[in-house]
Antibody, heavy 121, light 107 residues
Framework: QVQLQESGPGLVKPSETLSLTCSVS??????????WSWIRQPPGKGLEWIGY???????YYNPSLKSRVTISVDTSKNQFSLKLNSVTAADTAVYYC?????????????WGRGTLVTVSS | DIQLTQSPSFLSASVGDRVTITCRAS??????LAWYQQKPGKAPKLLIY???TLQSGVPSRFSGSGSGTEFTLTISSLQPEDFATYYC?????????FGQGTKVEIK
């Protein structure tokens, strides 16, 4: 059974960098079959896709966040990471990592439990 | 970006009711649509992909239909554990986008 687990600071100061890691167990992040995504959800609001990374390191970011986002992968640790810089209160959200198929209809079939990140001084 | 509009945004229903949620895309997405269920404090759970394919382990009372720009999620007989928020997601193009959600509450 594949499991994803987000980790990182729950509180980040405005203008600083949000850093999160997603640890994958029960499957290899180096599989050619999957993309690995970050999604966020502000409290009481809907879902926003942030971007994905492939095991090779290729990425695609949501244009709305592209100037501030970096997603990286560490295949040796079976992890991928999110960095979002110059954060503001608007970046306060539950951040999820998820696995998506890289072929066919590409749904997101496994998600982490999510981690709340609050941006506040 | 492809915009997805769900209707209704809020739905009040009773156990045993048949419930239908609609998702409309701002442009054609063929069958590249998924539905997720989210309960409070939990991650979204994949219910349906390819517009109408039931994810393994999901009860058969859930079904999906549609293609192009209009899609529906139907729950044939609402159960107590189905009270949740439902989201559609398009997987046709980037950036991936979600509908705004439909909250299904107990009448």
């Amino acid at each position: 059974q594949v499991q994803l687990q987000e980790s990182g600071p729950g509180l980040v100061k405005p203008s600083e960098t949000l850093s999160l890691t997603c640890s994958v167990s029960g499957g290899s992040i180096s599989s050619t079959n999957y993309y690995w995504s970050w999604i966020r959800q502000p409290p009481g609001k809907g879902l926003e896709w942030i971007g994905y990374i492939y095991y090779s390191g290729s990425t695609y970011y949501n244009p709305s966040l592209k100037s501030r986002v970096t997603i990286s992968v560490d295949t040796s640790k079976n992890q991928f990471s999110l960095k979002l810089n110059s954060v503001t209160a608007a970046d306060t959200a539950v951040y999820y990592c998820a696995r998506g198929y890289s072929y066919g209809y590409q749904p997101f079939d496994y998600w982490g439990r999510g981690t709340l990140v609050t941006v506040s001084s | 970006d492809i915009q997805l509009t769900q209707s209704p945004s809020f739905l009040s229903a009773s156990v045993g009711d048949r419930v239908t949620i609609t998702c409309r895309a701002s442009q054609g997405i063929s069958s590249y649509l998924a539905w997720y269920q989210q309960k409070p404090g939990k991650a979204p759970k994949l219910l349906i992909y390819a517009a109408s394919t039931l994810q393994s382990g999901v009860p058969s009372r859930f079904s999906g239909s549609g293609s192009g720009t209009e899609f529906t999620l139907t729950i044939s007989s609402l159960q107590p554990e189905d009270f949740a928020t439902y989201y559609c997601q398009q997987l046709s193009s980037y950036p991936r986008t979600f509908g705004q959600g439909t909250k299904v509450e107990i009448k």
